[in-house]
Every structure is written in structure tokens, then in C-alpha cells.
């Protein structure tokens, strides 16, 4: 189910009272529009012992629910990349970025990426995209977010919360050009064609769930798959990285796992991992 190249004593005695999982990539693999149905029963079960789980995303909270609505009312939802927090349907959580800021980055995507990226700005549960027609809204489309077209970033009616660009030929020409510049917006490549920026990172927004829900982030354990989970990974007690992620983030992380159902069934079983 996963192997190990350590582990501490915390880890042997702790108990898991919230699961936080990355989406696409982790527990939904590229490509795919559902979820495994097993998935849902397995949540349930974890409830019922307890065990809270929380999906952790770059989605917005329309996506999320959509894709957990059967089992929506006992999860807590990660989303923008920690910067907007749900649970129980209302907003529990918010990380807006300051305002020149987050147009600054958009207009820089826009003009730096060579005619090749589209650029679309967070609000709190709406897309804003500026798109060229190279697959961005056909992606929204997919994940079922919820979104408006501008022309410019000016136009967003609400506070920003995240700005990402969506490369339709990949990440890897454009991730030294982004990445490097916009450090104080925590900017990171999100997945083969998506670079995020946004104030909050997985790790806050899970800190930050902690708090709001009284649990010690010790007694959390999550998966990820890319660099933009490592905030989160490095904060909890248990991190599991995946089989299928890079070389340098599998030597990173001890704990390996195929996939996050594999430990989920140990869990909901009342097992130990």
C-alpha cells in the first residue's frame, strides 16, 4: 500500500481526525470528470469514525460540491488553493490578495506568455477569464466552475483571490519566467498546463481549518502530487506523496501510496497506517 523510509514516534501514536486530499492528479486522475463511487463510501465511513476529509484544490467551491454531492454535507472543502475555505455551505475562511497586485500578475501572464496563455482571476466562488480560445473555458467548463469573460482584470466585480495561467502546450517554458517573479504571490506550477498565484497556499488554508475546526494539524494526514501541494504536505503529520509525482517529491516524503483509497480503506476499516 506504501512504503517507508522512516518513521517517528509522532507518527506511530498520533490519531488521524481529518484527511485533506488533493484533487486532480491525487484522488482524481487527469483526464477523469467523476469520481471512483467507492470514494463516497469511504468518506462516509471515515465520518462515522470520526475522521473528517477535506478535498484541497485549486477548484472553486462550485466544482467541488458538484463533484462530492453525495456526500457534500460531511466534508469540509479546501479551495483556490487554501484561499477560500467551506464547510456546512457557508464561507468559513478567506485569503483576498491586495488588488494591485493580483492585476499586476494577470496583466504580466497575459502579456508575457507569447499569445499562448489564458488568464483567469479567483473571486470568492466565480472564475473571471481572459481567454484567447486555446482550451481555458473548455477546461472551466469541465470542472463545472462557475465563471464570467472579461477583457481585462480591472473588470472583476469582487475581491481577487487567486490568479493562475493556463498554458495549453504546458508548463515547462513559461515555469522559469512565472514562478521566479511572482514569489510574494507564493506562485507555483499547479499541474501540466496550470501556474497559480494567490496569497494562501494549501498549508495556510489547512493551518487555518485547524483552528476553525479545533483540530491540531498533527492529527492530519493528506495527499498530494505536485509542488504546489508541499505547503500542505510539510504542515501535517502524516503527508503522502504519490506514486505518480516527480522524482524530487517522492524522495521528499517517506510515505508513498498509488492511491489515497488505498489508506483510506485502512482508515475506514478502523486499521493503523
Known amino acids: 500500500m506504501h512504503r517507508e523510509d522512516c518513521k517517528t514516534g509522532r507518527e506511530e501514536s498520533m490519531s488521524i481526525k481529518m484527511i485533506c486530499s488533493d484533487l486532480d492528479g491525487t484522488l482524481l486522475p487527469y483526464g477523469r470528470k467523476t469520481l471512483e ?20 484544490s485549486g477548484r472553486q467551491y462550485t466544482s467541488q460540491k458538484a463533484l462530492f454531492a ?44 507569447d499569445g499562448q496563455g489564458e ?30 469573460i472579461i477583457r481585462d482584470p480591472a473588470d472583476v466585480p469582487e475581491e481577487i483571490v487567486k490568479v493562475s495561467v493556463y498554458l495549453h502546450e504546458g508548463v515547462e517554458s513559461y515555469a522559469d519566467r512565472f514562478v521566479p517573479r511572482w514569489q510574494e504571490a507564493n506562485c507555483a506550477v499547479a499541474g501540466p498546463y496550470w501556474i497559480d498565484t494567490t496569497l494562501a497556499n494549501k498549508g495556510t488554508g489547512v493551518r487555518k481549518l485547524c483552528e476553525v475546526l479545533g483540530v491540531d494539524p498533527g492529527e492530519v494526514l493528506a495527499f498530494g502530487d505536485n509542488y504546489n501541494d508541499t505547503a500542505m504536505l510539510d504542515l501535517v503529520g502524516m503527508p503522502y506523496i504519490m506514486d505518480s509525482a516527480a522524482e524530487p517529491l517522492r524522495q521528499r516524503y517517506a510515505r508513498h501510496t498509488p492511491r489515497p483509497e488505498a489508506v483510506m480503506r485502512v482508515l475506514a476499516a478502523g486499521g493503523s497506517v
Open 37 to 56: 463511487p467507492e470514494v463516497f463510501g469511504l468518506i462516509e465511513a471515515l465520518a462515522d469514525r470520526g475522521i473528517l476529509f477535506c478535498p484541497a
Open 70 to 113: 453525495p456526500v457534500a454535507d460531511r466534508c469540509a472543502f479546501l479551495c483556490e488553493n487554501g484561499a477560500v475555505l467551506y464547510k456546512n455551505e457557508a464561507c468559513i475562511g478567506k485569503t483576498p490578495m491586495p488588488r494591485a497586485l493580483a492585476e499586476a500578475i494577470a496583466r504580466d501572464m497575459w502579456e508575457r506568455s
Open 119 to 148: 488568464v483567469m482571476l479567483s473571486g470568492q466562488n466565480c472564475a473571471y477569464l481572459m481567454e484567447r480560445g486555446l482550451g481555458m473555458l473548455d477546461r472551466v467548463r469541465f470542472i463545472g466552475n462557475r465563471y464570467e
